[in-house]
């Protein structure tokens, strides 16, 4: 068995050195030279400040401003540490609910969303629109729960709806080639659109 | 079901099928020892590293040798791994400033990581070093990767050679699979991935302070290096807690399908190394077909199972027309998370971009069933067309039992010691998922683990142990897995499903290079036709569902009926 430790180990010293320490560097090294808005995450600064992520959905409460999907990110309890609480949009954790189909617990949540989101007004929930994420940092909406949330934005703000639909329609991102991926609005995008000073 | 998630479906297949000949011929010279483009490049580091570990490369291993190098390289990558966890509070490249590693987590992290598996029992962000993330768990996808793709080629070898003694060196494969296949397509595939929006950076995180005036920390990393590694080589443990949902480890539909390209391209155009190998192409595309037949179906059961959505969420007011988006990404969709979680357990990667957890009951089932076939759908790099090729064998002996002849696979006889060995391999899996599953149930500290009660619960145990034994490391998340008696028993069942798995191949291997290669007649039953496909297909689904449909019955079959009927728990 000693014929085989010699290779074994310093085999594993230089994949180590290479795979582990160079080949990681080298890539960071280039991604930090010619790719800096990705390589450091696609932050968005606004005034001289990081507002926050391009590809990170955010935590939005107020009227004035349109809602991400549900998320079930937590944080640990800052009164104690062995527990969790809730803090949607954590991302310093990302996590889904995993709560199967036939959880009660995922019932009675989407039900209270189902009914907070026909509060406003609509028939019908679009899916996206009471379920949580798979990261619960979704960056995205689907374009009709953006529109579901026009009459609230609109009188928070005291704006016409007309301009905040077309504001939706020039915020949606549709898909790559016609069928690559999903209609979506990135909310935190669509949100500072709304505080752009009007040209 | 759209015609447009079709087409997506359609397009990824495609790519991964227009590189199978090019690469699957690649890497047939690469474990030739024949010249290569990348050779004037590797060359030097290539033999610079045979020379400082004392590696004799014109020197060849019989299967017992081969096998014994494998288990040290992998017992040093564990020691090395473990120690490294249990040591990141004092080494440098510790942002977060995170503490040692429990001594549980980190037996189960390294087993984790050494066989493949890449079940993580931990949130990454929370809980690894950078140092850990880069020199501990990125060595161990590469390594872990090289090492399935050294048995496999040593496996491919036995049938190959006729009245041979050795099966190749394990330095020297492992070494040329890093160096020729798994870095340099690392290497392109990272800087693309950095292009489409990983992040790629030494930082630990970042604040923002949002248009509300709260402060969000935004986690980052060296992400886009070990996403391209953990994609091709299968093994699927992401840098974040939500793995490719994370927007961070998958921004967009490019970085989607080029991830789930990556996956499956080492697995498929090995099919052709082989046929390449053997001399005969036609066997490899008659693999792939049997491959690609399963997994097609599974794709779209789950895909028609997701897009139907949940009725119990449909009676709340849901619009079922989106499908069951609980757990899944707008960016992504019902159709290319479907068509995620089958491949990546399909294939042993493991990675989610969806949570397998909130899947519908019967679009659970399919990445459940998928791992318990024995992911052979094409499987992990290496280990998917090992296991395929003892499919194989089970397949030619039934069909030969069938008319009274000794079977044969590529003209070597199969006889009552290979037998024993493929009988032997294919039983350690069940063993061990269908034991530690049945263990789990009886332990009431176990089931305190569970997130979601009824016929569910029975599912996320069950998967929990597939997915170890079976060497995928995807999950139905709810389970809390960081406890000592699953960090322990879930890192016994990647032990058994890997290395209890592996040895009596190698045996296998040792056994079937010995004999002489027997030319074809008449009465050879062909191994590269649609009736052998057929049959293939036929066998694996059999084998599976003997052992474990009652499994299945009780968890999510039972559960399927029990949403229909609208009962929560």
């Known amino acids: 068995m000693l014929a085989y430790l010699r290779p074994a180990v310093v085999l594993l010293a230089l994949m180590v050195a290479l795979t582990g320490i160079a080949y990681p560097l080298a890539i960071t090294g280039v991604a930090q ?9 696609s932050l968005i600064e606004r005034n001289g400040t990081i507002v926050g992520s391009e590809l990170i959905g955010q935590q939005f409460a107020s009227e004035r401003y349109f809602q991400p999907r549900p998320s079930a990110t937590s944080a640990p309890d800052p009164k104690d540490s062995t527990k ?11 996590s889904g609910s995993n709560l199967g189909p036939t959880s009660k617990k995922l019932a009675d949540r989407v039900k209270e969303d189902v009914d907070r989101v026909k509060a406003g007004g609509a028939a019908l929930v679009p899916a996206d629109a009471a379920t949580a994420s798979a990261s619960g940092l979704d960056p995205h909406i689907s374009p009709d729960t953006a529109n579901l949330q026009v009459a609230r934005v609109a009188k928070a703000r005291g704006v016409p709806e007309a301009q905040l639909r077309a504001l939706i329609v020039r915020e949606t991102e549709g898909r790559l080639l016609g069928f690559l991926g999903e209609q979506r609005v990135n909310v935190l995008k669509l949100n500072i659109a709304l505080e752009a000073p009007r040209s | 079901m759209t015609g447009i998630g079709w087409l997506q479906i359609a397009l990824t297949f495609g790519l991964v099928l227009v590189c199978v000949k090019p690469l699957g011929l690649f890497m047939a010279r690469v474990f030739n020892r024949e010249r290569t483009f990348l050779t004037p490049a590797l060359g030097a580091v290539e033999n610079g590293f045979y020379r400082l570990s004392g590696i004799d490369a014109a020197k060849e291993q019989g299967w017992l040798a081969y096998t014994l190098a494998m288990l040290a390289f992998n017992a040093a990558g564990f020691v090395f791994l473990y120690a490294l966890m249990r040591l990141q509070a004092v080494l440098p490249l510790n942002p977060q400033a995170f503490g040692a590693v429990a001594p549980d987590l980190a037996f189960n992290t390294a087993t984790s990581f050494v066989t493949n598996t890449n079940w993580q029992s931990y949130g990454g962000e929370t809980t690894m070093s950078h ?6 768990l990125t060595v161990q996808n590469f390594l872990s990767a090289a090492t399935g793709i050294a048995l496999a080629i040593a496996l491919v070898r036995a049938f190959a050679r006729s009245g041979a003694a050795t099966v190749g060196n394990f330095w020297v494969d492992m070494t040329r699979s890093t160096l020729y296949i798994l870095l340099p397509l690392s290497i392109v595939l990272a800087l693309v991935f950095v292009i489409t929006g990983m992040p790629q950076t030494l930082q630990g995180s970042v604040d923002a302070t949002t248009l509300e005036g709260a402060k969000q920390t935004i986690a980052l990393g060296p992400v886009a290096s070990q996403e391209a590694i953990k994609q091709l080589g299968t093994n699927g443990g992401g840098f974040f807690n939500a793995n490719a949902a994370h927007p961070f480890e998958n921004p967009n539909a490019i970085s989607n399908i080029l991830s789930i390209w990556s996956m499956l391209l080492i697995a498929a155009a090995l099919t052709y190394t082989f046929g390449r190998m053997v001399g005969d192409t036609r066997q490899g595309w008659a693999l792939l077909a049997a491959m690609l037949t399963i997994l097609i179906a599974a794709v779209a059961v789950a895909y028609w199972a997701e897009a139907k959505g949940n009725p119990i969420l449909a ?5 079922p027309a989106g499908g069951n988006m609980e757990g899944k990404e707008v960016r992504f969709g019902v159709a290319m998370s479907a068509l995620y979680a089958a491949v990546t357990t399909g294939l042993s990667c493991g990675c989610v971009n969806s949570m397998h957890d909130s899947f519908t009951p019967l679009g659970g089932l399919v990445p459940l069933l998928l791992i318990q076939l024995g992911e052979v759908l094409p499987g992990g790099v290496g280990s998917g067309l090992y296991g395929m090729l003892v499919f194989a064998i089970l397949t030619v002996f039934v069909a030969g039992l069938m008319v009274g002849r000794t079977p044969e696979y590529l003209g070597k006889k199969i006889e009552a010691r290979e037998m024993k060995l493929v009988i ?8 061990a998922i269908l034991g530690f599953t049945a263990a789990a149930t009886q332990i009431p500290s176990a089931l305190e683990s569970l997130a979601n009660a009824g016929p569910h619960g029975l599912s996320e145990i069950l998967y929990a142990y597939s997915s170890a034994a079976g060497n995928n490391g995807s999950a139905f998340g709810g389970l809390t897995a960081n406890t000592p008696w699953y960090n322990t028993t879930l ?6 499903g890997r290395f209890g798995y592996i040895v009596p191949i190698m045996a296998l291997a040792g056994s079937l290079v010995g004999k002489t290669k027997l030319t074809s007649t008449a009465g050879t039953f062909p191994t590269h036709t649609a009736l052998f496909v057929g049959l293939l297909v036929g066998v694996i689904l059999i084998i599976a569902g003997l052992e474990y449909f009652p499994a299945l019955a009780l968890g999510p079959i039972v559960e399927h ?6 009962k929560t728990f």
């Open chain 2, 491 to 496: 890192g016994l069942g990647m032990m058994l």
């Open chain 2, 424 to 431: 032997l391999a294919l039983l350690i899996l069940p063993l």
């Open chain 1, 33 to 41: 030279v010619a790719l800096r808005g990705p390589a450091n995450g």
């Open chain 2, 131 to 136: 140092l850990v993330q880069m020199a501990g």
């Open chain 2, 561 to 566: 009926f029990l949403m229909l009927a609208g």
């Open chain 1, 84 to 94: 969790t609480v809730d803090v949607p949009y954590n991302a310093a954790n990302s």
């Open chain 2, 315 to 319: 009676a709340l007011g849901l619009d």
